[in-house]
Structure formats: structure tokens, C-alpha cells
């Protein structure tokens, strides 16, 4: 059975929709950003506004470009240039397997060092590979290579400290016949790993398939997405790392990364309005894109809100969308990325 064919029979399973795309939120003064061809599946952006854009991904069954290397990107939101840079990796660090999915940083508050935890999706296994950013050389120095028998269909991590993080695991990656078998039985579980050196175990389940994770400004609350549930859970970090659910929010598009304001701790994310278009591609019906913000999570009534949405004349598949000091950025999966001034 071939990888796309378990790709529909998984999204049947999984409700995957070709929805059309909702009427079209632009915003003024959007540019594409230069050099990015191959996606930016993921960003993340310090308090500083450099910005780690991952790009090269390849991932069964979807749109990607073979001949375009996996890289990590660095952008100066300071800088207004719109030029990202690749980031050289230390002596060593096996690149010609390097396959990065999802990003995640954590700043040292002793000594201000930064960590970029990156997941690494390798055709049957999934490392999470741990670096040290050397700005002035823009380096990464590679610390360690994080493997474990729990580590399975590992989608998007959060760092929470230098060398622990919290990881979702869904059903969607590296589908093989196996897999579906044990979908269909219920011997797969997905859900949120917590790990540390010395403790790794499931913290939350209960998703359809779980996707972008992220943590809030005050580091209590975990947020993560439920990727065809339409979906976003909020977890209350407990001092033992475990997690209890505090409430569901219904998003009505397919979320896939997670970012927090740093000023406001709004919700953003990239959404698929259209999954199947992202399985099934055809550049006659391309995938659309829409960002999403939802404010006030916590309250009894949060807002959500559709920031941007397009039908995929100007960009494909968006899978994050994170803030700067209003600024805008959008990532996508196998496509551009879009920055938007937001005053």
C-alpha cells in the first residue's frame, strides 16, 4: 500500500475535509520574505527579534522540493531588511540526514545562553537534536542527539529548560501500513510527552492527533493543538512537569503550529482551512492559508479572530505565524513566508 493511499485512508479516519476556503483577510503592506522557496514550517522568535525559520522540510506524502537542503534560517526582525541568513552547524553535526520539523528555544536565565531544540524527522526515527546559538558566528553548536522509545511520531516540542522539553506526538508522520493497523485497533497513542534526563512519560492524550505546542509568558500553562480536532487544549503545568487539562477551545480551522505574544500572551497560530488540499496537492487548487489569533484563552470568552487568510495565490499551506513587535510572521509548510506590518 502506497504512502498516500494510507494518507486517505488515515484523514477518513481522522476527518480530514476539503472545506472551501472562507472569504479572503488581507493585510496591508505584506511582502513575501526573500529566499524562502522550500517552506518555513516552523519560527520562533526571540525577545531580541531574531527569528529561527526552519525550511527544507521533507515529510511523507506532502509537496517538498528533493533538491533543497534542510536548513535553519535566521531573520533580524530589528533589522527591516527581510534577508534571512542559514545558520552554519558545529564540526560534526550530520547535516546530509538532517531533516528539521518543528523548533523550539530556551534562554538560560543565569547566563542568557541560548538553546534551540530542534526535532529531526528521519524516515523511521525522530531525534531531537539540542544546539547552542553562537550569534556573533550565527553557529550551532551541536550538544546532544535525544532519542527514546516514547519518541515516536514526534511533531512539535517546548523547551522547558536546557536540556528538558515537552513534545506532542501525532499520527500523521511517516505513515506505513503498521501504523494504520494500529491506529484502527487503538494501540497508538497521541498525546504530549514530557522528557528530562531522568523522566520521561505521557502527560496528556485524548487528541485526534496532537500538533503545534507552545507554553505561556508565566511558563504555568501549556497550549497545545489538536492538528484535524479543531482544537486548541490548555494544560496547568504542575510542579511535578505533569499536566491537567484546564479547557478546550474550538478554533474551526485545522491549527497547526502554536506562538504566544510576548507582550499580550494572545494565541497565534497557522491553519489549514483546507487540509485534504495539503495531502492531495494540486496547484490548480492550492491550499489555503489563514492566521488566527485567539485572545483571552483563559477567560470564559475568548476572541478568535481570522487575521489573514488567502487561497493560496500568494501563499500555501501556512503552518505558524508569530508576532514581533508588530510585525507579523507566516510559515508554511512546503511553500514562501510572509511578513505583515499589523499598525
Not at 472562507?22 to 526573500?34: N, T
Not at 492566521?291 to 487561497?311: E, L
Request: net charge negative.
Amino acid at each position: 500500500m502506497g504512502v498516500l493511499q494510507v494518507i486517505s485512508i488515515v484523514g477518513t479516519i481522522l476527518g480530514f475535509s476539503d472545506r472551501p476556503l472562507m472569504e479572503p483577510v488581507d493585510l496591508p503592506g505584506c511582502q513575501l520574505v526573500k529566499g524562502i522557496e522550500a517552506g518555513s514550517e516552523d519560527i520562533d522568535v526571540l525577545p531580541n527579534g531574531l527569528a529561527f525559520i526552519i525550511t527544507g522540510l521533507k515529510y511523507p506524502g506532502i509537496k517538498s522540493d528533493a533538491s533543497e537542503p534542510a536548513r535553519i534560517l535566521l531573520l533580524d526582525l530589528e533589522d527591516g531588511g527581510l534577508i534571512p541568513s542559514p545558520l552554519s552547524f558545529s564540526e560534526g553535526f550530520n547535516t546530509s540526514t538532517f531533516n528539521p520539523h518543528g523548533l523550539s528555544t530556551y534562554i538560560d536565565e543565569k547566563d542568557g545562553t541560548v538553546y534551540l531544540f530542534v526535532v529531526n524527522h528521519l524516515e523511521e526515527q525522530y531525534i531531537v537534536e539540542i544546539f547552542r546559538f553562537v550569534k556573533g558566528e550565527k553557529l550551532l553548536v551541536h550538544l546532544k542527539s535525544v532519542t527514546h522509545e516514547l519518541l515516536t511520531s514526534v511533531e512539535d516540542i517546548v523547551a522547558v529548560g536546557p536540556e528538558s522539553f515537552y513534545a506532542t506526538i501525532e499520527l500523521l508522520l511517516s505513515p506505513t501500513l503498521k501504523k494504520m493497523i494500529q491506529i484502527i485497533q487503538g494501540k497508538m497513542w497521541t498525546g504530549i510527552l514530557y522528557y528530562s534526563p531522568g523522566d520521561v512519560r505521557q502527560v496528556a492524550k485524548g487528541f485526534q492527533s496532537a500538533n503545534g505546542i507552545t507554553i505561556s509568558n508565566d511558563k504555568q500553562y501549556i497550549y497545545a493543538a489538536d492538528f484535524p480536532g479543531d482544537k486548541i487544549y490548555v494544560f496547568k503545568k504542575n510542579e511535578d512537569w505533569s499536566l491537567t487539562r484546564v479547557k478546550t477551545v474550538d478554533v474551526n480551522s485545522s491549527v497547526d503550529n502554536l506562538s504566544v505574544d510576548p507582550v499580550t500572551g494572545d494565541i497565534w497560530t497557522g491553519a489549514h482551512p483546507n487540509l485534504q488540499r495539503i495531502f492531495e496537492y494540486n496547484p490548480e487548487k492550492p491550499p489555503g492559508s489563514e492566521v488566527i489569533r485567539i485572545q483571552n484563552i483563559h477567560s470564559d470568552n475568548p476572541v478568535i479572530t481570522r487575521v489573514y487568510a488567502n487561497n493560496g495565490t500568494v501563499i500555501q499551506g501556512s503552518s505558524c505565524a508569530s508576532v514581533y513587535k508588530g510585525q507579523l510572521l507566516v510559515g508554511t509548510i512546503f511553500h514562501r513566508a510572509l511578513h505583515c506590518p499589523l499598525h
